[in-house]
């Protein structure tokens, strides 16, 4: 089976692919005629893909998030490789195929990634602290071992929220080391609970976002968040006005920086710079690790990366 990331121009290629995005368009024909418009991915990546001349036996057998067989070509289209699809059928019982052969992953267990943010939770001297961040923690505690960090920017993929959590962990202890003029609790604090409702923003099926939920819609995981945060100071009997409940809902509420990015404030407490830079450091590496993973062989530039002010990536070999 040919893996997405060694396809190159103009090979023809037969393989098993999930259908992670899957939408029927119409060309610009006269009649138009329906086509499939499809996300092919496998363990190491994704890639555009078209099954022109789509007939309406095809719109009832294919969907999202179902297994395949294609024989397919890939085409440079804009300068960026994409799949011509030219046969494909469901996969059966007798390919012998699993899902999970076709998902990306964190490269650490869930479990262990779990384990080392309820490590970090528990470590949090400050008691009042430590009980906000353990009721928000468990909210979401199951979703943790599978949940993506976002749809498609970064770390989007099957416990991908949990591995940027711990990520983010390993480089706040050592800014706190290297500036020990910051609380640690409230830096451990705000790398746990500034994603922590991305579970219940998005709906995710093995790690890939099958839309966005009514609540992540109309109010995001920011908005919730904070909400969690007063909730569970209100069944610890902490004061709403407490410095530690405002601070932690201030690191939450400010971390994406700005407005157009979606923090309602900015930040405005040391611990809040700190996390802010420490998740988007996370973020963008990810973003350029990820997106060199899924190159060929044959390629030196990445496709434009969105996230990193939408350019490209060279490889650099020595």
């Known amino acids: 089976m040919t893996l997405i990331n060694q396809l190159t121009p103009n090979e023809e290629f037969v393989g098993f692919y999930l259908l992670r995005e899957l939408d029927i368009k119409k060309t610009n024909n006269t009649p138009a005629k329906d086509y499939f418009d499809i996300v092919l991915c496998d363990s190491s990546g994704q890639i555009s893909a078209k099954y022109w001349d789509a007939t309406a036996t095809d719109k009832e057998t294919f969907f999202p998030m179902g297994l395949v067989k294609i024989q397919g070509l890939a085409q440079t289209y804009r300068e960026k490789l994409q799949v011509k699809i030219i046969k494909i059928r469901k996969v059966t019982d007798d390919d012998q195929v699993s899902i999970t052969d076709f998902i990306r992953s964190a490269p650490i267990r869930p479990i262990d990634l779990v384990h080392t943010i309820k490590q970090a939770m528990n470590s949090i001297t400050d008691e009042e602290i430590k009980q906000i961040v353990s009721f928000c923690v468990s909210k979401v505690e199951d979703k943790l071992m599978h949940y ?37 609790d409230l830096i451990k604090a705000g790398i746990i609970l500034h994603d922590i409702a991305k579970p219940e923003e998005m709906n995710a099926q093995l790690g890939i976002v099958t839309e966005y939920s009514n609540q992540g819609n109309l109010i995001g995981h920011i908005s919730m968040a904070s909400n969690w945060i007063v909730e569970a100071a209100i069944r610890c009997n902490i004061s709403l006005d407490s410095n530690k409940v405002i601070s932690l809902q201030h690191l939450v509420l400010s971390h994406h920086n700005l407005g157009e990015w979606g923090s309602p404030v900015q930040p405005q407490i040391a611990e809040a710079v700190a996390l802010h830079h420490i998740d988007a450091l996370d973020a963008k590496l990810q973003m350029a690790e990820d997106a060199l993973n899924m190159m ?23």
């Open 148 to 184: 993506p960090a976002a749809k498609t920017h970064h770390h989007a993929y099957f416990a991908g929220l949990a591995y940027h959590i711990v990520r983010m962990l390993e480089l706040g202890e050592f800014i706190a080391r290297q500036r020990p003029f910051l609380n640690i």
């Open 296 to 318: 060929s062989d044959t390629e030196e530039w990445t496709p434009m990366i969105r996230g990193l002010e939408n350019k490209a990536m060279y490889r650099m070999k020595f």
